[in-house]
């Protein structure tokens, strides 16, 4: 898994967790925003998976060969959505939205199930304030 620095963590992250939102048969799993790119401060991999390598050499030689320059946008969660839709449209692996049950938000992190356990400083104004705001959450996290 790949959790941001600027995660912390309040209440203990039970047994099991980890397996639930990454779901046998997904090799990645990521916290949708609908219709554009996904929040990646937490992103899971089965770094077992077929298609492991593939994915990450693919992602890799982006970077190496200045392709990534060539795309829409740069940034790491637009790079790592166009290359997991590719891979899913290709039939490669099958993906988990852990945000998909929660309300669509700008910051699905703390309004998923992850909010149960861990909050998502996204921004100097939430590290300032040592927390997200109240506003941020759309309603209470799902269990």
């Not at 959790?3 to 048969?25: R, S």
């Not at 916290?31 to 050499?57: K, S």
């Not at 795309?71 to 099958?94: A, C």
């Not at 938000?105 to 400083?121: A, K």
Request: aromatic share 18%; with cysteine; hydrophobic share 35%.
């Amino acid at each position: 898994f790949w959790i941001d620095a600027d995660t912390v963590t309040f209440k203990d992250i039970p047994e099991g967790f980890f397996d639930e939102v990454l779901p046998d048969g997904c090799y990645t799993s990521y916290l949708g925003r609908g219709q554009t790119y996904p929040e990646c401060g937490f992103v899971g991999y089965d770094l077992n998976h077929p298609a492991h390598y593939e994915f990450i050499t693919f992602w890799q030689q982006l970077y190496l060969d200045d392709s990534l320059f060539e795309l829409p946008e740069w940034h790491d969660s637009f790079v790592y959505d166009l290359i997991r839709r590719t891979f899913e449209d290709q039939g490669k692996f099958k993906s988990h939205d852990i945000a998909a049950n929660a309300p669509l938000s700008s910051h699905p992190f703390i309004n998923s199930v992850l909010g149960n356990f861990m909050d998502h400083l996204k921004g100097d104004e939430r590290k300032e304030a040592g927390a997200s705001f109240a506003e941020d959450y759309l309603e209470a996290p799902l269990d």
